[in-house]
Nanobody, 113 residues
Framework: QVQLVESGGGLVQPGGSLRLSCAASGSILGINPMGWYRQAPGKERELVASITSNGNTNYADSVKGRFTISRDNAKNTVYLQMNNLKPEDTAVYLC???????WGQGTQVTVSS
């Protein structure tokens, strides 16, 4: 069973940066596309960014130009670099192995002064 473990969340001031990591337990990142999602209280889960096995990326309009998704297949890890964070980015961020039922447990990101 593949498992995903996120890390890197925390409290940051508006305009700050965080880097999230999603480590997979098996050698799957070279095959499946991966996605970062987020869910804020009272809101639906939304796709933030995704990356295919060959590195093609896609971003939600709300994070374009501020967030960057990347992957290191040798380390079975996907990253989400988040710059110029805004209070509305506050949410639990989860990584997902697309086309499967595999999700990470989530990491909290709070943007507040």
């Amino acid at each position: 069973q593949v498992q995903l473990v996120e890390s890197g969340g925390g409290l940051v001031q508006p305009g700050g940066s965080l880097r999230l990591s999603c480590a997979a337990s098996g050698s799957i990142l070279g095959i499946n596309p991966m996605g970062w999602y987020r869910q804020a209280p009272g809101k639906e889960r939304e796709l933030v960014a995704s990356i295919t096995s060959n590195g093609n990326t896609n971003y939600a309009d709300s994070v374009k130009g501020r967030f960057t998704i990347s992957r290191d297949n040798a380390k079975n890890t996907v990253y989400l670099q988040m710059n110029n964070l805004k209070p509305e980015d506050t949410a639990v961020y989860l990584c997902h192995l697309i086309h499967t039922e595999v999700w990470g447990q989530g990491t909290q990101v709070t943007v507040s002064s």
